[in-house]
């Protein structure tokens, strides 16, 4: 009997998804691999999204990615988890294992390879300001205390889900919560990162310049439109480097793909081809 010709089936769920790069990404992972598959954005809410991923699973799907609002929600979904999902409770990365998911995080490692094998920037020792506190946030959190920063403080426009954060790491000699109206309070940071979701709402954050130092490394989480306001922001107030989440787009996809497929792409030319169009970094 021949082989079947059918393509391998996944996809990225979130709410809004039509501009997510990830179809591009994988499409060109699976040309390197020679891998046959399709990989398509399906549009999913909080309360659509348990209904949505059923009907993916029922119609032979064998992998997903989700992003905004949805990566806790998919940690709850899964009947196992790594310990990376575990620990932050955030799930960006689905298998299909038997009748259910497994459910892995590569959000924290992509992250941390763009930062320090794309970029050459060390992290160690750094403190740190973590703006927001979400399911990319969590991941973030704990790969960046596993990267060896010298402190995190987390600042969420609600405290609780800071301090939910915080508590979870553990750490409390590393890792603080301060009140968001207070950021003009608390000096200078060697690494801020943007974990908020602003930029998608066309909403700005409106951040002290005194957050700024000439060490200081600013990293937004988004890409492309999202990222500009932040972007903007960091590079007036005289940051060290602006880095856009570009690159931790195709770190973690490729953490992603190597789940499912048993091999890791190569991420650099990928990084490159979507790098003419993004809007990009900035370092002196």
Known sequence: ???????LSFAIFGQPITHSLSPRIHAAFARQSGIHLEYRAIEASAE????????????????????????????????SLGERARRA????????????????STDGI?????????????LRERRTLLLGAGGA????????????????????????????LADAIGTPERVHTRYWDDLGQWGAFDLVVNATSAGHGNRG?????????PRTLCYDLSYGKAAIGFLAWARSAGAQAALDGLGMLVEQAAEAFALWHGQRPDT????????????GDAED
């Open 1 to 7: 009997m021949p082989a079947s010709t059918e393509p």
């Open 48 to 79: 659509s999204f348990v209904v949505e991923l059923a009907r993916f699973a029922s119609a032979g799907g064998r992998g997903a990615n989700v992003t905004l609002p949805l990566k806790t929600l998919a940690a709850r979904l899964c009947m």
């Open 89 to 104: 409770d955030s799930v960006n990365t689905l298998v299909r294992a038997g009748a259910g998911w497994h459910g892995e």
């Open 110 to 122: 992509g992250l941390v390879r763009d930062i320090t094998a794309r970029h050459q920037l060390d």
């Open 137 to 164: 946030a969590r991941a973030a959190a704990f790969a960046l205390i596993d990267a060896g920063i010298a402190e995190l403080t987390i600042a969420n426009r609600t405290p609780e889900r800071a301090d939910a």
């Open 205 to 213: 954050l409106h951040l002290p310049r005194s957050l700024v130092g």
């Open 268 to 279: 650099e030319a990928v990084h490159a081809e979507l790098r003419k169009y993004v809007p």
